[in-house]
């Protein structure tokens, strides 16, 4: 129960948040949260950071699911076979926007290859997410589209 190393990560000058985590293939880390820069008001970006081993930063991006969005969140990261990493959150649009669940597609670098929406007019949140054994991936959260008014559970697959 010691802590062995700890470390401060993100901009000083903004809001970060770690939401999830998962250790990498190399040892490292990957972690996933979100990203306020208060001058840019309310604003929130999908954040994702990976480490080395002790901790340290390699490099640091943030990404919009929903461009000129009102914010962007991640909830959940999973590491792909080709070192990439498929990130899964909810994203909403400006103006009562309605919320819908992310999925982003990052490589090894950080760099974006896709950004998918899922989901509305209701709200629809990804929380967390696994490979599926063909290759694609199975998401769930919570939507408010069905049931008696509330919020259920939602799961659902997409193709690689």
Request: proline content about 1%; glycine content about 16%.
């Amino acid at each position: 129960g010691n802590v062995v190393w700890e470390r401060v990560l993100g901009d000083l000058t903004s809001y970060d948040w770690g939401n999830a985590v998962r250790e990498t293939r190399d040892g490292g880390f990957i972690i996933v949260g979100e990203e306020n820069h208060f001058s840019a008001g309310m604003l929130m970006d999908v954040q994702a950071i990976k480490t080395d081993a002790e901790g340290n930063e390699v490099w640091s991006q943030t990404y919009v699911a929903i461009d000129n969005g009102y914010y962007d969140y991640a909830n959940a990261v999973y590491e792909t076979d080709d070192g990439g990493y498929v990130i899964a959150g909810a994203s909403a649009a400006f103006l009562g926007g309605a919320e819908v669940a992310s999925l982003l597609q990052i490589d090894g670098e950080g760099h974006l290859i896709a950004a998918r929406t899922f989901g509305g007019p209701d709200a629809y949140w990804g929380s967390a997410l696994c490979a599926a054994p063909d290759g694609g991936y199975v998401l769930v959260g919570h939507t408010n589209a069905y049931g008696a008014g509330s919020y259920d559970v939602w799961m659902f697959k997409v193709s690689e």
